[in-house]
C-alpha cells in the first residue's frame, strides 16, 4: 500500500531524514520510535504533504500513485489521514460542519453524490460510539478550547468519519492521562481493519501495549536503524534508546 | 415572458459575476455640476418648488464644504465635474404593471438574479429595482398597499406623498451633515420609499436592488423609511455594477425614522463592483445612513455584508433617542485586492435606558485595508445606557491591513460602555489541516471566513443569507496562491 524508497528531506536547508525506506500492507500496523528530534514528525510530516518540508531524493508510492505529485487535499482523498500531534483550533467552524465539508469533498473527488444530512448523521452518531465522544463537542469550534485528551479523540472520531486506507498517528498519546490514552487506543483497536494501515509515531511503549504493533521500527538521526516485532519496543522501554545507539556505534566501529 | 439566459453572458467575468453592461436606450444629462443641471433634474422629474428649492439650498451648502480626508482611505481627487449626475432608461410609456418593463431590463435582472417576474409569482419578497438614476420597476405595490403600506420609489413619492417626503426627508440626515450628504441632497435622483402605518407588521420583506449601468455616471440615491408607532418593517438592499477601469461615485443618503414602539430592519448586501486585481476601477461607495430612534423602545437594525467597492465610507448610525430604544449595528466587511474600507457606526445614546449593541466583522485580504471606525456617545440625560461592542479582524496573507479606531465618549456616570476587540490571521496550519483532511485552501478560507462571519450572517434575512455566503467565498478567489 504504501512503499517509502531512500527518502531525505530537510526543512529550512536542514536535513533531517537520510534516507527512509519503509513498505506498510494493507491490514499491517506499524510503530515508529526514535528518539526527540530523530525525524519522527518529519516523516509524517512529508507523507501528509506539508509544504515547509523538501523532499530532496528518494520515492513514495501509495496505493500505486506517486505520492510526491499530489496535492495535500488529494492524498486526503485517496485516503491518507493523519492525526496530528497537536490539532489546530479553527474558531467559528463546528466540528459537525468540518468534518462534513471534509467527507464530502472527498466524495466529490471519488464522484459520489454528498451524504444528505440524514445519513449524515446516522453514520456521526455510529461513529461517536465507537470511539467515546461526546456529542457536545461536535456542536462546538473545532478544537476551540478542547482540552488535550478531547482533541486527540477529536482526531480519532475525524479519522472514523474518513474511512483512511492508511492512518498516521503523529504522537496521539502525548499529554493524555491513562484513561483519555485506553479510549484513544480503544477506538483505534475498533477501526483496525484488513484494509486498513496505521503507522503510529511514538516516544512510548504504552499506546503500544493496547494497539499491539505488528512492527518496530526505530528511527534515530533520521534514519531507520532498527526493525522488529513488538518485542523491540519492549526492549526499547526496558533499555532505553542509547542501547541501540551504543550498538550503532559499535557497528560504526 | 421567461427569457432565457447566455450561460456565457452570464459569466462575462469569473471573478464578479456582475459586470457586464446592458445596452438600453439611455436618458442623460451632459456631465458636469451646476444649478442649471440640478434644475434639469428636478425638471425630468417634473417635481413640484419645494423640491427644487431644497437641492439648490443643498447645492449652495455643498459649494461651501470640503471634501472629508479623515477617513483612511486614499483615492486620487473626483472630479465633480466629470460626473454624469442623471441617467435614466428611457420609458417609452407610463408602466401599468411590470410586464410592460423593457425586456431587456428584466433580461437584466434576470441575469442578476433578480427575476421581477419569478419574484412576483413565487417569493414573499417585494422588489423595487433602481438602474442607474430611476427607479424602473417595484413589485407587490398592490398587495401593500391594501394594510396601508406604501413602497414606490422616492420620484414617485414626491409626487403622490409630498406630505410625507417634506415631513421626513432631511430629519435624520440633515442636507448640511457632511460633504457626501450635501451632494447627495441636490442631486439625489431616486431610491425607495417605504412607510408603514401605525400598528402594522410588514408581511413581506421589502427589498430594493440599485444598478449602476451607464459609464461615467454617479448613483445618487436617496432612501426614506418610516415606521409608525408600533410598525415593523424588515427591508433589505442589494447592488451591483458593470466592471469599468474609471471609478464611478455612489453616494447614498438613507433615512429611518422609527416611532414608539417601532422596528426597523435594514440589511444590506453591497457588492459594487470592486475594481480588478490591480486595484482598477471599481466603485467610490460613499454613503451616509442613520436611522433616528424617536420613539420610545423603538429598535433600528443594521446589518451589512461589504464584499464589493474600490473604496468603502459609510458608517450606518443610530441615534437613540426615544427612553429604552435599541440600535444594533452588525457589520461584515470584506476587502481583498487593493480594495479600502473605511466602515463602521454610530450609536447616539440620548434617551434613559437605551442600549446599543455593535458586532463588527472586518476580513482583509491581497494588498486591502479594511478599517473599522465606530462610536460610541452617551450623553448627559442618558442615565443607564448600556452599549457592547465587539470588532474582530480576519487577515488573510501578510499584505493587508485591518485597523480599528473606537471612539467612546461617555457624559453620564451610569452608562456602561464595553469594548472587545480581537485580530486573528488564518495561519499556515489552520490551512494545512484543512487540506489534510480533503479540503482544498481555498474551500477551507470560505469555511472559516463563514465561520467568522457566521454571528453576522445569522441576522440577514433567510432569502438572503445564503447568496451573502456565496458572495463571501466568491469574493476571497485567488486570494490564497
Given amino acids: ?253 | 415572458m421567461k427569457e432565457e439566459l447566455d450561460v456565457l453572458e452570464q459569466t462575462v467575468a469569473s471573478d464578479y459575476k456582475y459586470g457586464f453592461v446592458t445596452e438600453i436606450d439611455t436618458d442623460v444629462v451632459p456631465k458636469g455640476l451646476n444649478e442649471d443641471v440640478i434644475r434639469m433634474i428636478s425638471l425630468k422629474k417634473n417635481e413640484p418648488e419645494w423640491m427644487l428649492q431644497w437641492r439648490l439650498k443643498a447645492y449652495a451648502h455643498w459649494l461651501k464644504m470640503e471634501e472629508p480626508t479623515w477617513p483612511n482611505v486614499h483615492y486620487p481627487k473626483i472630479n465633480y465635474q466629470d460626473i454624469i449626475y442623471y441617467a435614466a432608461p428611457r420609458k417609452k410609456k407610463q408602466l401599468n404593471n411590470l410586464d410592460e418593463v423593457d425586456p431587456e431590463l428584466l433580461k437584466t435582472f434576470d441575469k442578476l438574479g433578480i427575476s421581477l417576474n419569478e419574484q412576483k409569482r413565487l417569493s414573499g419578497v417585494a422588489v423595487d429595482v433602481v438602474m442607474d438614476s430611476v427607479s424602473v420597476a417595484t413589485s407587490f405595490k398592490k398587495q401593500l398597499s391594501e394594510i396601508g403600506v406604501i413602497f414606490c420609489s422616492m420620484s414617485e413619492a414626491i409626487q403622490n406623498h409630498p406630505e410625507l417626503v417634506k415631513k421626513h426627508l432631511g430629519s435624520v440626515v440633515p442636507m448640511t451633515d457632511n460633504y457626501f450628504a450635501a451632494l447627495n441632497s441636490a442631486v439625489f435622483t431616486d431610491g425607495s420609499f417605504c412607510y408603514i402605518p401605525k400598528g402594522v407588521r410588514c408581511p413581506m420583506e421589502l427589498s430594493t436592488y440599485f444598478r449602476i449601468n451607464t459609464e461615467g455616471s454617479g448613483q445618487f440615491e436617496r432612501t426614506l423609511i418610516v415606521a409608525e408607532d408600533g410598525a415593523y418593517v424588515s427591508y433589505l438592499e442589494g447592488c451591483t455594477a458593470p466592471m469599468r477601469d474609471e471609478n464611478q461615485l455612489h453616494a447614498a443618503v438613507v433615512e429611518l425614522v422609527a416611532m414608539n414602539k417601532s422596528e426597523i430592519k435594514y440589511s444590506t448586501v453591497q457588492n459594487w463592483y470592486p475594481g480588478d486585481e490591480n486595484g482598477k476601477g471599481g466603485i467610490y461607495n460613499f454613503v451616509t445612513k442613520r436611522g433616528m430612534c424617536g420613539g420610545d423602545h423603538s429598535k433600528i437594525s443594521w446589518t451589512q455584508v461589504e464584499t464589493g467597492s474600490a473604496i468603502t465610507w459609510k458608517y450606518p448610525s443610530v441615534i437613540l433617542k426615544g427612553d429604552y430604544s435599541i440600535g444594533e449595528f452588525y457589520s461584515v466587511a470584506l476587502t481583498n485586492h487593493f480594495q479600502q474600507a473605511d466602515t463602521g457606526t454610530k450609536m447616539i445614546h440620548i434617551g434613559k435606558n437605551t442600549r446599543s449593541r455593535i458586532v463588527s466583522k472586518g476580513i482583509s485580504a491581497g494588498k486591502s485595508q479594511n478599517s473599522y471606525r465606530g462610536l460610541v456617545r452617551a450623553g448627559k440625560n442618558a442615565v443607564n445606557a448600556r452599549n457592547y461592542s465587539q470588532c474582530d479582524s480576519l487577515l488573510l496573507g501578510d499584505k493587508c491591513g485591518a485597523h480599528t479606531f473606537p471612539y467612546i465618549e461617555s457624559k453620564n456616570r451610569t452608562a456602561v460602555i464595553e469594548h472587545e476587540a480581537t485580530t486573528s490571521k488564518i495561519g499556515e496550519d489552520q490551512l494545512f489541516y484543512c487540506r489534510q483532511r480533503g479540503i482544498d485552501a481555498e474551500t477551507a478560507v470560505a469555511l472559516i471566513v463563514t465561520g467568522f462571519a457566521k454571528e453576522v450572517m445569522n441576522q440577514l434575512p433567510m432569502e438572503f443569507a445564503v447568496e451573502a455566503q456565496k458572495l463571501l467565498a466568491i469574493s476571497l478567489e485567488g486570494s490564497v496562491g
Avoid at chain 1, 97 to 108: C, P
Avoid at chain 1, 176 to 183: K, Q, S
Wanted: glycine fraction near 8%.
Fill in chain 1, 1 to 253: 500500500m504504501l512503499s517509502i524508497k531512500n527518502i531525505h528531506a530537510s526543512v529550512e536547508e536542514k536535513q533531517i531524514l537520510k534516507g527512509i525506506d519503509l513498505e506498510v500492507k494493507a491490514g499491517e500496523v506499524h510503530a515508529i520510535m526514535g528518539p526527540n528530534g530523530s525525524g519522527k514528525s518529519t516523516l509524517a510530516s512529508i507523507l501528509a504533504g506539508r509544504e515547509e518540508y523538501e523532499v530532496t531524493e528518494g520515492s513514495v508510492t501509495f496505493l500505486g500513485e506517486d505520492m510526491l505529485e499530489l496535492s495535500p487535499e488529494d492524498r486526503a482523498r485517496e485516503g491518507l489521514f493523519l492525526a496530528f500531534q497537536y490539532p489546530v483550533e479553527i474558531p467559528g467552524v463546528s466540528t459537525t460542519n468540518f468534518i462534513k465539508t471534509a467527507l464530502n469533498e472527498k466524495r466529490k473527488y471519488h464522484g459520489q453524490e454528498p451524504l444528505d444530512a440524514v445519513s449524515f448523521l446516522k453514520l456521526m452518531k455510529e461513529k461517536m460510539e465507537l470511539v467515546e465522544i461526546d456529542k457536545s463537542l461536535l456542536t462546538r469550534s473545532i478544537n476551540e478550547g478542547f482540552s488535550g485528551g478531547e482533541k486527540k479523540r477529536n482526531e480519532i472520531f475525524q479519522m472514523a468519519m474518513l474511512e483512511p486506507r492508511l492512518a498516521i498517528l503523529d504522537e496521539t498519546d502525548s499529554g493524555l492521562d491513562i484513561d483519555a490514552l485506553r479510549i484513544v487506543a480503544n477506538g483505534v483497536n475498533k477501526l483496525r481493519n484488513d484494509e486498513r494501515a496505521i503507522i503510529v509515531i511514538t516516544h512510548y511503549q504504552r499506546l503500544l501495549d493496547y494497539l499491539q504493533p505488528d512492527f518496530v521500527h526505530v528511527l534515530v538521526n533520521g534514519r531507520i536503524v532498527k526493525s522488529g516485532t513488538k518485542e523491540l519496543a519492549l526492549e526499547l522501554e526496558e533499555k532505553g534508546y542509547d542501547f541501540i545507539k551504543d550498538e550503532l556505534s559499535v557497528t560504526a566501529a
